[in-house]
């Protein structure tokens, strides 16, 4: 089965019943039929909820998933950062030549390249009190980077999303060679996942 990932606002726009909810129930319906192979990141537990806040323990994140129909997907465990990860949702990497950090630099330098990869760097760069609490604008970013680092690494397959940055043309070239697939909006990704289950079924068949 084909592999899909589903990012942070797959899961608010279920939430919210937008416009792109009722193509992710799609997609939902297609990994209860076992047609595709569906993910959600846990480092989608450390973005603010709708009232803001965050999650108190990775607990509340499943309970969040769960009451939107995701109870039975895949969770993508992420690289630890101290401030933003879960450590029971994630794993140790090792120094900057260790892969999996490798992974993480160059998909950051895609995505946001005009960001420092290293917070201090950043604090340096903009003059912040490192002791202060994490800034959003580099925390945001690092969340986006462990969504689609998380996706490579478990395999790519098909990243489901609207936001603009991951769907920046030059940007997602750049992403598809490093293994992330194929990078589409929730309308795209029910077609082509469609014509992928079918693609295999009939494979299956002959």
Known sequence: MTNATLDTNCIIDLENNAKAARYIRTLIRMHEDRRINLRVVAISASERKRDRTYAANFSEFKERIAAIGLGNVEILRSIAHFDITYFDWCILAGDEND???E???R???ILF???QFSYTEFCKKNGID???ALDPRWRNAKCDVLAMWSHIYYGGGVFVTRDSNFLEPTKKSLLVTLGAGEIVEPNEAVTRLAEMASEQ???RLH
């Open 99 to 101: 892969p999996m950090m």
């Open 130 to 132: 490192i002791n202060s």
């Open 103 to 105: 992974l993480e630099r």
């Open 107 to 109: 998909v950051h330098e």
């Open 201 to 203: 079924d009939f494979n």
């Open 113 to 115: 390249p005009e960001i």
